[in-house]
């Protein structure tokens, strides 16, 4: 299978903030690699065969690439406002296509059944219409609404939610969401997945919040209680693969923005952790 | 009742569940887990020098094992809890109390392998999670036989909460449970009681469709 055009993009390979001059041994799109800090106190990442690979450091994470990026990492504008809260995670393993755990995270509708009295419950189950875009090669679902009871740490009690949503590359996603103590702002909260293999990947949630109030173990209790209930139906897809034949799924209307984000990789040719026939 | 909690720590959960299942209150106090590793910093290592949570404070009471933490709360609020008092049934209680220390060891190891990304044997912790669910399946079916529903008794105790929890994670760590009929009826049957609440990995029963209409006189 060829992923040609994947090589090339940028990935997260570690917490810049995590980083010990031992090293610690990963793997990207198959290939063992280490990321280390050096001398300098700078990241250094490794490929298999002792080869140095691109660095980057931007929102808390080290970056690197097997290939040879074209372009610099994509801009997050919020990461620079002054205010925010940056909170790093950490990691989550899942045993699933790097793909899928992007795809999941563009996903609302299965909040009121994944992440019930969290970010949905029933019967307020129904995904009103949103807009969906390509906006300067970047997946966009903008005017997404959503019915949440308790829709982020900062909010005490329901109401509903408006979303953005952003792919900016093949394996990583931003969300744009209502921020309840600052109307008018958007809280920022981003999925980081790391390839591994074509069906095994790290995430590596980031976020970049107006809260004052709540401590930084709270914020991250409450994205970790998210993303590890998404993670236990994430290992029960099937396929494997993220299909990209039209013929393997019939999709709904709430699923535009997954219709659109698998359109997107096809034309790119982004197909590493895809399945492109039907089997 | 002082909880020192992490939503990801299983046996956290197993205090949480039977806390919301006899109905006492739990002044829950999140650890910084990641990236701190609050719990092995000194003011929680002076609470418990193993340096491990859950740790449950009441007044001068410091408990720091998990199943003393259930019956603590089951004697405190709920004996029922504590199985019926029988020769038998008080030795089946006392047994997988001690027992789910194993389905931590095993099974909860190979979740922090492959979720978390701690090292470990991840095949051999596997295999040892495999022996244990087995034992499970087992007891299950042998207390069926009885006809009983629980571990230890016909009724919830807390040695059902004490395993439950690694048990329904066991696919977080790569073991299936498609294999254990006994176990899947026993997970159903402790997600249906009342008050029960769930943790990342273990998903609440949802409303059943209602059943279908089916017209008098019909095939």
């Known amino acids: ?77 919020e990461a620079d406002q002054a205010g925010r809260r940056f909170v790093d995670v950490g990691v989550v393993r899942v045993r699933c296509s790097p793909l899928r755990a992007v795809e999941n ?74 921020c309840p103590p600052r109307p008018g702002e958007w809280d920022v909260i981003t999925l980081f997945v790391q390839p591994l293999a074509e069906d095994l990947c790290d995430v590596w949630p980031w976020m970049a919040l107006y809260d004052d109030t709540t401590t930084l173990t709270d914020l991250i209790h409450f994205q970790q209680t998210i993303f590890l209930q998404d993670r236990s139906i994430l290992e029960n897809q099937i396929p494997r693969l993220l299909p990209l034949d039209p013929g393997m799924e019939i999709p709904t209307r709430a699923d535009l923005t997954s219709v659109a984000y698998r359109r997107w990789l096809k034309r790119h040719d982004y197909t590493y952790g895809a399945q492109l026939v039907a089997q | 009742m002082k909880l020192y909690d992490y939503i990801l720590s299983p046996s956290c959960y197993k205090v949480r569940l039977m806390a919301a299942l006899t109905d006492v209150k739990l002044d829950i106090r999140p650890v910084d887990f990641h990236p701190g590793a609050e719990h092995r910093g000194a003011a929680l290592m002076d609470l418990n020098p193993a340096g491990s949570i859950p740790i449950l404070e009441d007044g001068d009471l410091i408990l720091t094992e998990s199943s003393a933490m259930l019956v603590y709360l089951a004697a405190r ?111 159903r049957a402790l997600r249906s009681l009342e008050n029960f609440i769930e943790m990342p990995g273990i998903h609440r029963l949802h409303e059943l469709k209602p059943a279908p209409y089916i017209e008098p006189g019909g095939a």
Not at chain 1, 21 to 29: H, I
Not at chain 1, 106 to 127: K, M, N, Q, S, Y
């Open chain 1, 1 to 77: 299978m060829t992923h040609d055009a994947m090589i090339d993009e940028w990935y997260p390979v570690g917490l810049f903030s995590k980083l010990d001059a031992g090293g610690r041994k990963t793997a990207l799109m198959g290939e063992p690699i280490d990321v280390a800090r050096d001398a300098e106190g700078n990241a250094r990442v490794t490929g298999g065969n002792g080869r140095p690979l691109p660095v980057c450091v931007r929102y808390g994470h080290v970056w690197s690439s097997l290939g040879a990026p074209q372009k610099a990492l994509f801009a997050i504008p």
């Open chain 1, 105 to 178: 995270f563009l996903d609302i509708a299965h909040f009121p059944f994944v992440h019930t009295d969290i970010l949905g419950a029933e019967p307020h189950t129904e995904v009103q219409n949103y807009k969906v875009e390509i906006r300067e090669d970047e997946v966009w679902a903008t005017q997404v609404k959503f019915y949440q009871p308790q829709a982020a740490k900062s909010a005490s009690g329901g109401i509903t939610t408006e979303y953005m949503y952003r792919v900016p590359a093949p394996t990583c996603a931003v969300l744009y969401k209502t």
């Open chain 2, 77 to 187: 609020a709920a004996p029922e809890w504590l199985g019926s008092g029988t020769t038998e049934e008080t030795a089946r209680v006392q047994q997988w109390l001690s027992f789910s220390n194993r389905l931590t060891t095993s099974l909860g190891a190979a979740r922090l392998h492959e979720m978390l990304l701690r090292p470990g044997d991840i095949t051999e912790l596997q295999m040892h999670g495999i022996a244990a669910l087995r034992e499970v399946e087992a007891g299950l079916v042998e207390q069926g036989v009885r006809g009983m529903r629980f571990l230890a008794s016909d009724r919830p105790t807390v040695a059902d909460i004490a395993c439950f929890p690694y048990v329904a994670l066991a696919p977080d760590g790569g073991v299936s449970l498609d294999p254990y009929p006994a176990i899947r009826l026993w997970s």
